[in-house]
């Protein structure tokens, strides 16, 4: 039995807890990002989590989320660990669960974002090409990444 739930609710407190779970995440792996493009970035987070296809949390024994995965149209499009949960496997098993039941078979990552980068390689993904900016123009290097 996996801790992910898959029927995750988009009321009001779950959203937000999600939101702080990125926050705290982005702030840890995401250090080219500045407070202040943080901030900008966080209302497009909020919507994307009310409205992605597919939401699924990793839960721990006492239900409350750790991490998330959010999927639209077999790519991940949402990966995010609380910070004093990563280097235990949620990403892993969240990742695992989405290839597996949902067919994924690509992700984008911020070129900048090593760490991200190299867990998805781990994961079996590989680079197929790069964008100079950012799906909202901003000039932050995506790479997208298939398997």
């Known amino acids: ?24 995440s982005v702030k840890a792996t995401h250090t080219f990002l500045s407070d202040k493009e943080i901030s900008d970035i966080k209302p497009e987070v909020y919507q994307a989590l009310q409205t992605i296809a597919i ?31 990563r280097e235990h496997g949620i990403g892993r098993c969240l990742v695992s669960e989405a290839i597996e039941k949902w067919q994924v078979n690509s992700v984008d990552v911020n070129e900048q974002n090593e760490q991200g980068l190299g867990f998805y390689q781990h994961m079996g993904f590989h680079i197929v090409s790069r964008s100079e900016v950012d799906a909202q123009g901003r000039p932050f290097p995506i790479l997208h990444l298939a398997r």
């Open 1 to 24: 039995m996996t801790n992910i739930n898959h029927l995750v609710s988009r009321d009001s407190a779950t959203v937000s807890a999600l939101l702080m779970i990125w926050e705290g």
């Open 55 to 85: 939401l699924c949390c990793y839960e721990d024994e006492h239900g409350v989320p750790q991490g998330f995965i959010g999927i639209d149209k077999q790519k991940i499009a949402l990966l995010f660990v609380a910070e004093n949960a």
